[in-house]
């Protein structure tokens, strides 16, 4: 790590305050055009379009290249599936790594 | 406590408590995920009692062990944490504490908790939000630091035997939400689809945390042109 302790705690302690703050700015104070439709749906949007930035992504590509033929990708790709037809969309890693541990060990 | 705080907060950790287990299960990968990241254990811990914010806290976890610039971090976990806006704004009625104590359900409200909240106070009005959220907040606060704790521990005894690459690990957590939320909402598939396309043209070009940051912009604007366009549906 290239970190400094002073960095690291400097960091979290302003994530957790930003927190914090966000999560408390509205309680305190809601102007009108906070309010609106548009501002809501955006916020709204945000989760989704991070689950695929954090799917997608790491799922295909190592060093800015894409690499399919890896048993990484049939794991995940051999998870979905399983999670659709047993309904178990937040055991995605455990099955995932139970199919990796299998293809590695095959 | 007063009998009525009581019962509000005794219905929150009622209600939290199924939730503690899907807490407990990333409390455990993220704890992990940071002994495999070479995160110092003080660091990990830290995070999870200070941040105490699951997907900020992930992120944050994430793109350190990616060595990013701690400026990029620090925006990305704040972008990730702007649809808490949301929560308050959708609280801020129904909230009876005043002034500084107003902190405290802020820092336990979770996406879970104000769920529990907003739930019990759809069958129950009389019980005090407040005291529902704290009630929520603190049974997943306490499980999610004890897990993360559990995780990491659960490294050092295990950490040759479920060797696992991190960005696998990252995906594969993650993967099963997105499923859920593309079977879920199909209103949104829009949003997954064009942020899908953004993340596989940047992929080549650029490191996690400018992608990250991107891809949740380009989804948001996305979806407040749709709105705009097609009006409120």
């Known amino acids: 790590m290239s970190y400094t302790s002073t960095e690291l705690g400097l960091l979290i302690g302003t994530i957790g305050l930003a927190t914090v703050v966000i999560r408390a700015i509205f309680l305190f104070y809601l102007p009108k055009s906070a309010d609106h439709p548009l501002i809501k749906r955006g916020m709204e949007a945000v989760p989704a379009a991070m689950l695929v930035a954090l799917v997608v992504p790491f799922t295909l590509f190592v060093d800015q290249r894409i690499e399919l033929l890896r048993t990484e990708v049939y794991a995940i790709l051999l998870a979905l599936p399983l999670m659709r037809l047993t309904k178990k969309y937040a055991y995605g890693l455990v099955f995932a790594v139970l199919i990796y541990l299998a293809l590695t060990w095959v | ?233």
């Open chain 2, 1 to 233: 406590m007063d009998p009525d705080n009581k019962a509000a907060f005794v219905a929150g950790v009622r209600k939290g408590t199924p939730l503690i287990f899907s807490a407990a299960f990333f409390g455990i990968i993220f704890g992990f995920t940071g002994a495999a990241g070479g995160i110092p254990f003080f660091w990990v811990s830290a995070m999870s009692y200070i941040i105490f914010a699951g997907s900020a806290q992930f992120i944050t976890l994430v793109l350190l062990i990616e060595q990013e610039q701690l400026l990029a971090i620090l925006v990305v976990a704040v972008i990730l944490n702007l649809r808490h806006l949301l929560y308050g704004a959708v609280l801020h009625d129904i909230m009876t504490l005043k002034g500084i104590r107003k902190l405290l359900p802020a820092y336990f409200m979770t996406d879970e908790s104000f769920l529990v909240t907003t739930l019990v106070h759809k069958e129950d009005p009389k019980l005090r939000p407040d005291f529902v959220l704290l009630g929520a907040g603190l049974t997943l606060w306490v499980f999610w630091n004890l897990t993360t704790i559990a995780g990491y521990l659960l490294y050092q005894v295990g950490e040759d035997l479920l060797n696992l690459p991190d960005t696998f690990v990252i995906a594969a957590s993650f993967v099963g939400f997105l499923l859920d939320h593309a079977v879920r909402y199909p209103q949104d598939r829009g949003i997954l689809a064009i942020s899908t396309l953004v993340s596989l043209t940047l992929g080549w070009f650029t490191s996690s945390s400018v992608l990250l940051i991107v891809v949740m912009v380009t989804g948001a604007i996305y979806a407040m042109v749709r709105m705009a366009v097609e009006g409120d549906k």
